[in-house]
C-alpha cells in the first residue's frame, strides 16, 4: 500500500484528520481566490459605472449596472474588426503549428531516418535561442521574401509562417508519438500500408489528447502575444486585439476599456474550459492492439 505524508492510521485520528482537511480548504479557497479573483473583478469591472470603479473597485455594484460599456467597446472603439483578426491570427497559427508540429513529431519519432538524431538536436537547440535575438532577421526576412522579392508586412502571413515551427511544441508530439505501441505500426506496415497511410489513419485518431493541448498552447500564445504583432502589423485595421487595446487606453473611458479587455479574454477561457480534460486524459493505448 502506498503511503502519503499522512498514513492511514494518523489519518484515522480525528484530530489530524480535521486539520488535514482545513488546510486542503484553505489552500483550495487561496488558490481560487488567486486564480479567479482577477477574471471575477474584470468581470464585474466591465459592466461597472466608471466613477464606481475609481471609487470603490472592490464593491458589488454600489450604483447598479453600465451594461453600455459592453455595447460601447463592441461597436464605439471597433473592437469587432480587432475581435475578428485576433481570431484569424490565432486560427492561423493554430493551422500551421498543427501541420509543422504533427508532421515533424512524426518523422521524428515514427519514421526515424538516419538524420533523425541530428534534426532533434537542430530543433532541440532552438530553444536555447532567445527569441529576441530572432526579432530583426525575422522582420527584415518578412519585409523581403527571399525568392519571392514581396513584402509581407500588414498581412497575416507574417504572424502565422513564423510562429508555425515551435521547438517546445514538436519534441512535445515527438515524445507523445514515442509512446505509442510500436506493434500498431509494424501491424500496418506488415498489411502494406504506406507511412503516409498510418499518419493519417493511424496516428492522427490517436493523437485527439495532444492536438488538443498543442491547439490550447498555440491560441493562447497567439492571443495574447503582443511584440510580433505590433511590429509587422502596422495599419489599425489589421491589429489583433493585444496590439490595438494598449493604443486605445488613454482615448476611451475607464469602463469602456475594461469591457474591451474582458471581452478579449472570453476566448482563451472558454478554449481551456473545452480542452481542460485533454490535459488529464490519459493516452490508453494498451487495449489499442487486438490480440
Known amino acids: 500500500m502506498d503511503r502519503g505524508i499522512i498514513s492511514s492510521n494518523e489519518w484515522s485520528r480525528r484530530g489530524i484528520r480535521r486539520s488535514a482537511n482545513g488546510i486542503q480548504i484553505t489552500l483550495l479557497v487561496l488558490l481560487a481566490i488567486g486564480g479567479l479573483g482577477p477574471i471575477l ?22 450604483n447598479g449596472f453600465a451594461w453600455d460599456n459592453v455595447s460601447k467597446a463592441w461597436t464605439t472603439i471597433g473592437l469587432d474588426v480587432q475581435f475578428m483578426n485576433t481570431v484569424w491570427v490565432a ?42 535575438v530572432l526579432l530583426v532577421p525575422l522582420y527584415l526576412t518578412i519585409l523581403d521574401v527571399p525568392f519571392l522579392g514581396i513584402s509581407l508586412q500588414n498581412t497575416f502571413w507574417a504572424v502565422w509562417l513564423p510562429a508555425g515551427a515551435n521547438a517546445f511544441n514538436i519534441l512535445l508530439v515527438k515524445r507523445f508519438f514515442e509512446n505509442l505501441p510500436p506493434e ?10 504506406g507511412s503516409f497511410r498510418i499518419f493519417w489513419q493511424i496516428v492522427l485518431p490517436l493523437s485527439k489528447p495532444i492536438i488538443g493541448v498543442v491547439s490550447v498552447f498555440a491560441v493562447i500564445a497567439a ?19 493585444s496590439v490595438r487595446l494598449p493604443q486605445l487606453q488613454q482615448t476611451i473611458d475607464l469602463g469602456t476599456y475594461l469591457a474591451a479587455l474582458a471581452i478579449s479574454t472570453l ?18 493505448m494498451g487495449g489499442a492492439v487486438k490480440g
Do not use: C, H
Open 91 to 132: 486560427l492561423g497559427v493554430l493551422v500551421m503549428q498543427l501541420i509543422v508540429t504533427m508532421t515533424a513529431g512524426y518523422v521524428l519519432a515514427i519514421l526515424k531516418p538516419a538524420y533523425a538524431k541530428v534534426l532533434n538536436a537542430l530543433v532541440l537547440a532552438t530553444l536555447f535561442v532567445p527569441s529576441v
Open 184 to 193: 500498431i505500426f509494424e501491424a500496418a506496415r506488415t498489411e502494406g500500408a
Open 267 to 284: 476566448v482563451p477561457i472558454v478554449l481551456f474550459i473545452i480542452f481542460q480534460g485533454l490535459f488529464l486524459k490519459s493516452a490508453g
Open 223 to 241: 492571443w495574447k502575444d503582443f511584440l510580433w504583432p505590433k511590429l509587422v502589423l502596422a495599419l489599425p485595421e489589421v491589429q489583433p486585439l
Open 41 to 62: 473583478w474584470l468581470a464585474k469591472a466591465a459592466i461597472t459605472p466608471t466613477q464606481d470603479t475609481l471609487r470603490t473597485p472592490m464593491a458589488l455594484f454600489p
